[in-house]
């Protein structure tokens, strides 16, 4: 989440942009809606307390002197409202009314992120938490997946960092002890059983400590059988959950939010689009296309429209400051994939041919060997059906691509829940062009990762195992870059190995800002930029024009 990509939009809200004012709130209500829900655990006052947020920052936008600084502001504000909607709700009627809540936040979580195995334990141990553990576990998830900083999160809950240090130990310490009766009660031993005859099914601190005695004393309850993955480390990469269709309705028209929303409107510049668009899930906002009800996508830019003025997504990764270019661009890594032959490049068959696929292992170049040149292909913007944000964890899951512009495919390989050789994703339905333009992120895959495991990469250790491509491929980036030029389906194809893709319609600015990052401002090495500009850009692995019923089937090395 980078604040400085919003630095332009934040000034041009303060000066009365209305525009500017819509894209502040369409891509930060999923950040407010997730710490508000993880911290009051669904209840139903999230609604109120993460709309009143959105209009306390509405309303005093106008004092935010640096917009550098608005991220560790808003989070501020959404915790005084979770303290104060607390400090005015009794006890009694806190778990009233929880209690008639359908599906508490946790729930929400292992729906709609699909998560599975650990992840899924996680989720569902934050139940376990008190009041106070909560709100504090929902600035640290977020800081653990790259949201937030420590300097904030302690800002927010308003002590010091060393403090701050003390009682997220503390908050990990009772989450896991949470995992661990997770973890007992979906195979409960007869003792246990017994216990929890006399439990009403509500999560509280008093029966914590009493599964958690039994467990600690229990050989069966208390023997994990497997490897029990930190926390932290299960947290990386998870995304912010969308924020409902259902719950956005009511935050719009709200008898409380409509009159706020008309007294806010004669300073603050709120609009009448600001309220239309919180009926949308606000994930899903990317350039060049409106949503309408459910999710549908609608495209309202004809290509020869000017690209509009694109708000980077505050779920998209981190973009670090770039370097300074050189003077004159280096000469291309010779370390690039060695290509197969591109078709016919005949004169009379321009227009036939297309690229090369990506179908040889590439040496890794020099970590400070900086990139060529990236050429910039015209962008109008791309649709996607996951959202501005999609996470794919699942053989199966897809996500259609549409429009024309860049893409980020980032990696997520999760050795230690099934290690073994990857079964690549597939890119299907082709129509039009797809280019692999350059790869990013500071690292590849098989780059090492800690300082104190030599064997430690990103694509597992000599503990859990490793994720292995398949012989031929191409070693993937933290970061793969693409460039559709009309519609295309990305699918998992998770087989041998667990491994998570998370899909971002991004921009030519922020591409060439990552490949230039370098081993300087803490990567591990500058990134590999493959694009020519031309049609001899290597196209991916497993892609056809084709819609198999099988996407895994779609042969490597393919050409189109």
Not at 215 to 228: A, F, K, L, N, P
Not at 297 to 315: E, G, I, K, N
Not at 437 to 451: I, K, T, W
Request: overall charge neutral; proline content about 8%; some cysteine.
């Amino acid at each position: 989440m980078d604040t400085q990509a919003w630095r332009s939009t934040i000034a041009a809200a303060q000066a009365g942009d209305r525009q500017a004012l819509d894209e502040l709130v369409e891509g930060w209500l999923p950040l407010v809606y997730n710490i508000v829900g993880r911290a009051l655990n669904g209840h139903a006052d999230v609604d109120d307390v993460v709309q009143e947020t959105m209009l306390r920052a509405v309303d005093n936008l106008g004092s935010l002197r640096d917009p550098d600084s608005f991220r560790s502001w808003l989070v501020a504000i959404a915790m005084r409202q979770i303290r104060d909607r607390a400090r005015r709700r009794t006890p009694d009627r806190l778990a009233d009314s929880g209690a008639r809540e359908a599906a508490d936040f946790a729930e929400l979580t292992v729906l709609r992120l699909q998560l599975e195995g650990q992840r899924r334990e996680v989720a569902e141990a934050v139940r376990w938490l008190d009041d106070e553990d909560r709100q504090l576990l929902s600035l640290w998830w977020l800081e653990v997946a790259g949201e937030l900083t420590r300097r904030e999160l302690a800002a927010a809950v308003g002590i010091s960092r060393q403090h701050a240090a003390v009682r997220v130990q503390r908050m990990k310490e009772r989450l896991e002890t949470s995992r661990g009766i997770v973890r007992a009660l979906d195979g409960a031993c007869p003792d246990l059983r017994e216990l929890t005859a006399r439990w009403n099914g509500r999560p509280d601190s008093v029966w914590r400590k009493r599964l958690a005695r039994h467990i600690r004393g229990c050989g069966y309850c208390g023997d994990t059988r497997e490897s029990v993955v930190p926390a932290e480390r299960l947290l990386v990469g998870i995304a912010l959950v969308p924020v409902p269709v259902g719950f956005a309705l009511a935050l719009a028209f709200g008898g409380k939010t409509a009159a706020a929303a008309t007294a806010v409107g004669a300073s603050a510049g709120w609009s009448v689009k600001v309220l239309g668009a919180l009926t949308k899930p606000a994930v899903a906002m990317t350039a060049g296309a409106t949503i309408v009800a459910g999710g549908a996508y609608v495209v309202v830019q004809t290509p020869d429209d000017p690209p509009p003025r694109v708000a980077a997504s505050p779920t998209a990764s981190p973009v670090r400051p770039a370097t300074s270019s050189p003077a004159a661009p280096p000469p291309k890594p010779s370390a690039s994939p060695s290509p197969s032959q591109s078709p016919s490049a005949s004169p009379s068959k321009k227009a036939d041919v297309y690229g090369t696929v990506v179908d040889a292992v590439d040496q890794a170049p020099d970590p400070n060997a900086k990139p060529a040149a990236l050429p910039h292909r015209p962008e109008t913007g791309v649709t996607s059906t996951g959202g501005a944000h999609a996470t794919m964890n699942h053989r199966g899951d897809s996500v259609t691509l549409s429009g024309k512009g860049y893409v980020l495919v980032r990696w997520q390989i999760s050795p230690q829940y099934r290690a073994g050789a990857l079964a690549m994703p597939t890119w299907t339905g082709l129509k039009g062009k797809l280019f692999h333009v350059a790869s990013g992120g500071g690292r590849r895959m098989d780059d090492p990762v800690s300082s104190t495991d030599p064997s430690a990469t990103g694509m597992g250790n000599a503990t859990v195992g490793y994720a292995v491509p398949p012989p031929g491929t191409q070693q993937m980036w933290q970061n793969e870059y693409f460039y559709v030029d009309g519609s295309v389906t990305l699918t998992v194809n998770e087989r041998g190995a667990d491994y998570g893709l998370s899909v971002f319609p991004t921009t030519w600015d922020r591409v060439e800002q990552d490949v230039l990052t370098g081993p300087p401002e803490g990567a591990r090495r500058y990134g590999l930029v493959r694009d020519t500009g031309d049609d001899d850009t290597p196209v991916p692995q497993y892609v056809t024009r084709a819609t198999p019923a099988d996407p895994a089937t779609v042969p490597q090395g393919s050409r189109v």
